[in-house]
């Protein structure tokens, strides 16, 4: 028995696969077994057209591929060259179980790409499971990408059998993932970030209390709720806070690609967080995951490591807007179906938008509102008291003023969440402020005791929950950085506390 190794995707994981070969006695037959989907079962065809149009002869044999192991439900073409690469060795006695081989294969042999090869290997080098393998030359450009993994590009079948055959291989070398962008350097990690503000914080005028709250959910990936009249601002600010975002590791980067290929995307390998905003009428299994025989990825998971914005929010269904409660507090989810279990990270910052009532008019100074007390209880109650406890940052805006004026540009606040950041790495922080658990809290978040005394009354006057008084410390800590300052003083507990909703 002759065998390559190979892998399948799970989820969001990928497993790795023996891909084991037999020719026994018997009728002719071929036959692939271990739960093998239709892609890989009409393989068969690719392979026996590939085999023949290279001058291969079937030997009289019955031959046997088995993806192991057995109970992993298997798919993709990139099966097809491992399953031809191990028929055409036939008697070849060197060891090739090491290899790890991926591609899909032409009628006449030749190597083409798989989308799922990014996110197969990139989750295998994660594991630490794969150090080299056999890829498409085409795929080159993005697998390249990947540290600690020595790829071997190649074109044809025959091109991988040389190479399966050879003792001495080809100059190639294990790539580390450097970025040609600007970037912080703590601890020997490089942390990319670019310059480049499409969207940008100048063309807001006024606003100045949404901008601050802006900066301060940026810094430490705090959850934002924004209120206000149609035209105030909401969406301006919401579309331009992924700009200011804190820098991105090289694996964030790569993770963040590896999530543009799963929605379908060609990666673009930029230092620059992704940005989810799905329409108020998707449905739950759109926004979540879900499928019936494969739990599919949704917004949530896509927007890891980046921002979820919700605009309309009261126009969402309530069943999203409580089960988005729990990747707001634990963030991940996990999707249960009857065929797949998965968990996917959601390590978002979510923005939330809305009206201050039905009509939008309740804040205006000019429009009379048209809502009744009843309308306005009833809209504003979709959003749960539970859900609400989940958001850092509320900030009611003004309406629009002929003396509104630009005041603050993306550079300026990127500038300012740079430098916070860097001050909460400087802390040994694993995680930004947004993300700390309740032992990080208390290690990072410490008060003195006239911030105590501030904080023991805002519980008494206001009955704030354990959950509120934890994320008000965050807050407090996020705006401590922006300031530049070591210790949680009083003014920013109090400006945390104002930014809650009451």
């Not at 018997?26 to 093998?36: D, E, R, W």
Request: proline share 5%; glycine share 6%.
């Amino acid at each position: 028995m002759k065998q390559l190794l190979c892998a399948t995707f799970e989820g969001i994981d990928a497993s790795s696969v023996e891909v084991q070969f037999t020719a026994t006695k018997g009728l002719p037959a071929f036959s692939i077994v271990g739960m093998a989907n239709t892609a890989i079962t009409e393989s068969k065809e690719r392979v026996k057209s590939a085999l023949l149009s290279n001058d291969f002869t079937f030997p009289p044999k019955r031959l046997t591929i088995n993806l192991a192991p057995s109970d992993l439900r298997k798919e993709g073409s990139h099966f097809d060259l491992p399953i031809a690469a191990l028929i055409a060795l036939g008697n070849y006695e060197g060891n090739v179980s090491d290899w790890y081989v991926f591609g899909e294969l032409g009628l006449d042999g030749s190597v083409t790409e798989n989308t799922l090869l990014y996110p197969i290997i990139l989750s295998l080098a994660n594991q630490g499971t794969i150090t080299k393998a056999i890829v498409p030359k085409v795929s080159l450009p993005k697998l390249s990408k990947i540290p600690n993994v020595t790829f071997f590009g190649v074109e044809s079948l025959q091109e991988t059998l040389t190479l399966l055959r050879s003792d001495i291989l080809p100059e190639s070398k294990a790539h580390t993932s450097t970025f040609d962008f600007d970037h912080l350097i703590h601890n020997d990690k490089s942390y990319y970030f670019h310059e480049r503000y499409p969207l940008d914080f100048i063309d807001i005028k006024g606003q100045e209390h949404a901008k601050r709250s802006a900066l301060i959910a940026a810094a430490g990936m705090h959850n934002l709720l924004l209120e206000g009249s149609p035209g105030s601002g909401k969406s301006m600010i919401a579309k331009r806070l992924v700009h200011i975002m804190p820098p991105l590791h090289n694996n964030e980067i790569l993770e963040c690609a590896k999530l543009e290929i799963l929605e379908g995307k060609e990666p673009s390998f930029i230092p620059q967080r992704p940005f989810r905003s799905p329409h108020h009428s998707s449905t739950s299994a759109s926004i979540f995951g879900g499928g019936t025989h494969k739990a599919q990825i949704g917004e949530v998971g896509l927007a890891n490591n980046g921002i979820l914005f919700f605009d309309e929010l009261p126009h969402f269904s309530k069943t999203v807007l409580e089960a988005l409660r729990e990747p707001l507090e634990d963030r991940h989810i996990r999707i249960s179906r009857v065929n797949a279990k998965v968990t996917y990270d959601a390590n978002f910052l979510f923005v939330g938008a809305m009206n201050p009532c039905p009509c939008g008019n309740l804040f205006s100074t000019t429009t009379a509102c048209r809502c009744s007390d009843i309308e306005i209880t009833r809209y504003k109650s979709r959003l749960s008291d539970p859900f609400l406890d989940r958001i850092d940052l509320y900030v009611q805006m003004h309406a629009v003023s002929a003396e509104d004026k630009p005041s603050v540009s993306s550079h300026e606040l990127h500038k300012k969440v740079r430098e916070a950041f860097l001050r909460q790495k400087e802390r040994g922080q694993r995680a930004l402020n947004g993300a700390l658990n309740d032992a990080e809290i208390a290690q990072y978040c410490p008060l003195g005791p006239e911030s105590q005394q501030v904080i023991d009354q805002a519980i008494g006057r206001f009955g704030l929950s354990f959950r509120a008084v934890s994320r008000i410390l965050k807050v407090a800590r996020t705006i401590a950085d922006i300031e530049g300052s070591s210790d949680i003083e009083k003014a920013h507990l109090l400006e945390a506390l104002s930014y809650r909703k009451r």
